[in-house]
């Protein structure tokens, strides 16, 4: 299955933004599907992931703020960032933790006044 993530901008301090992966097949079956960042300069690192049954993890950075869902009928997950910060700022990529794929383009978000 490929991962598409999409919904990213440009967003004052402490707003909001909520991000899709989309699957171009079923995300039923797989286990884990988790939210990644990189801003510029910076390693690669995990945001969240969201395991079968609905059990999450999130890097402690996040905490209280974002929150990921997934949609099997929809086939996608998503991000819910809220109060966000300029240190939020990254490309944000999906990708499934227990078999990594490609990373592709991912979705700008920038928090800036």
């Known amino acids: 299955v490929q991962l598409q993530a999409s919904g990213g901008g440009l967003v004052q301090p402490g707003g909001s933004l909520r991000l899709s992966c989309a699957a171009s097949?079923?995300?039923?079956?797989?286990?884990?599907i988790g939210w990644y960042r990189q801003a510029p300069g910076k390693q690669r690192e995990s945001v969240a992931y969201i395991a079968l049954g609905g059990i999450t993890n999130y890097a402690d950075s996040v905490k209280g703020r974002f929150t990921i869902s997934r949609d099997n009928a929809k086939n996608t997950v998503y991000l819910q960032m809220n109060s966000l910060k300029p240190e939020d700022t990254a490309f944000y990529y999906c990708?499934?933790?227990?078999?990594?794929?490609?990373w592709g383009q991912g979705t700008l978000v920038t928090v800036s006044s």
């Open positions: 990708n499934l933790p227990l078999a990594l794929q490609s």
């Open positions: 097949g079923s995300i039923f079956g797989i286990n884990a």
